[in-house]
């Protein structure tokens, strides 16, 4: 297709600059001569000087220039007086072409011919990152199943601390309360967008998905070096390398930034820096989410304080809920992939809002029947694409959807009833065996010795 009329011609990296006393990086970009300008203000501000932190700022420079190409699009990105090496060049490639797979995808927008042109950098000497003595872990935190799940297995071999990325002046109840119940220190990193980018249909951007993850692991390798540690764990699982659908052959993945691809090209990247920046790896990548789901059930004292709802984190704080929507399609994959290791009771108290006040008409999804198309297409047992949310593979949710089923307490749930027929009926419904091979490490991983997978992943 023609969408040249709806593109701009150029994106430029334009500069970065460090502000020390303030702990501020602020880095700016152009699209055909706009200026954008994003700022990272980071406690506690220090080493700033180092050759790794200088190092770390501009990577982060690198993977934040997504959010502001996208508002037009050009086929060729300029990366001014910016050098890049060839390993860091064809990561950024990836970065983009990938990582707006989605926004590519739903705006009709071919970038397959995008070009990355800039002066070359020779490429650095290795540097170990160091350390000794005990692990200094930094877990980014965004309040799910998931990195509470990875907190718990870290702070077993490591001193961890949390690391939180918000807009300055805000905070996320939904990442607040589970954080303080983690009773680990946080480091956070103030992220200022441009204004523009809130004003993108007024000012008349093409608009979508960013790899989102990809700029806060940017981040949280400059916080750990300013905090002095020597590990960025993340808590991506097996499922979010799975692509959420295909397009003329094309896998399309609203989770690239969490996948295996993008953890090991970046890895590459941290690699090359020769700065001795941080490990960067995720401790669940080799686990299915129905793992996630069996060890978070155990992990009671987050019961009553987490809450992944995509209405829990809306920009907008007038229309963030302060509880659980129960039916965005967050709240259906939670209840789902929960329900076969949670009684029906503890997840509708989770529901209604766990320690808090019950909101009104908050119910469980899976005793709302009004849900069945929510969880059919997390299923693959309609017609329709699977969500682009952050939610598990297909098959892994079949296999919860029928494990769920065999429950006592779950015998009168119409709904989920249903769909577990729909489920046993297909020709590759999951076997027990199937199911149970889930529960156990299904893929690689970049998990280093000294976290011991084999202890920590049991």
């Not at 598990?392 to 769909?419: H, N, P, V, W």
Request: contains cysteine; aromatic residues 8%; negative net charge.
């Amino acid at each position: 297709m023609d969408d040249s009329a709806r593109r701009g011609d150029v994106f430029r990296y334009e500069s970065y600059l460090v502000d020390e006393a303030a702990g501020l990086l602020s880095c700016r970009y152009s699209v055909d001569g706009r200026g954008f300008e994003e700022r990272f203000a980071l406690t506690p501000a220090g080493r700033w000087n180092s050759p790794a932190a200088r190092a770390a700022g501009r990577l982060v420079f690198l993977l934040a220039g997504v959010s502001y190409y996208k508002t037009a699009a050009p086929p060729v990105i300029d990366l001014g007086e910016t050098a890049v090496t060839d390993t860091e060049r064809g990561f950024l490639r990836e970065y983009y072409l990938q990582g707006l797979g989605e926004f590519g995808f739903q705006n009709r927008i071919d970038l397959t011919s995008l070009r990355v042109e800039g002066p070359v950098a020779a490429a650095a000497a290795p540097e170990s990152a160091g350390g000794g003595g005990q692990l200094r872990a930094l877990v980014p935190f965004g309040g799910g199943i998931d990195s509470i799940v990875t907190v718990e297995q870290v702070r077993q071999r490591a001193d961890a601390a949390l690391f939180v990325v918000s807009r300055p002046g805000d905070r996320f109840a939904a990442i607040e309360r589970p954080a303080a119940v983690t009773g680990l220190p946080v480091i956070r990193a103030d992220r200022e967008i441009d204004p523009q980018l809130l004003r993108s249909k007024e000012l008349g951007f093409l608009n979508g998905h960013v790899p989102v993850t990809g700029i806060l692991s940017a981040v949280a390798v400059l916080a750990a070096v300013l905090a002095g540690r020597d590990a960025v764990v993340m808590s991506n699982e097996w499922s979010a390398s799975i692509p959420t659908l295909e397009d003329r052959g094309r896998p399309i993945n609203h989770q690239y930034s969490k996948s295996e691809s993008f953890e090991a090209g970046f890895r590459r990247v941290l690699a090359a820096a020769g700065a001795g920046l941080p490990e960067y790896f995720s401790l669940l990548r080799p686990r299915t989410e129905l793992w996630v789901a069996r060890k978070f059930a155990g992990l009671k004292r987050y019961h009553d304080t987490f809450r992944s709802c995509n209405r829990a984190f809306h920009i907008d704080t007038t229309l963030r809920l302060d509880h659980w929507c129960g039916h965005c399609d967050k709240c259906c994959f939670i209840d789902l992939i929960l329900a076969p290791f949670l009684p029906v009771a503890e997840l509708e108290k989770i529901f209604a809002g766990g320690d808090l006040p019950p909101a009104p008409g908050s119910r469980e999804p899976l005793a709302d029947p009004a849900q069945a198309d929510r969880f059919r297409a997390l299923l693959g047992t309609s017609a329709g694409d699977k969500p682009f949310e952050c939610v598990g593979e297909i098959g892994e949710c079949r296999a919860a959807a029928l494990l769920a089923a065999r429950r006592a307490d779950r015998a009168d749930c119409k709904l989920l009833q249903e769909l577990a027929a729909e489920v046993a009926a297909l020709p590759d419904a999951p076997s027990p065996a199937a199911s149970a091979a889930m529960l156990r490490p299904v893929g690689a991983h970049f998990i280093p010795a000294a976290f011991s997978p084999e202890d920590l992943l049991a």
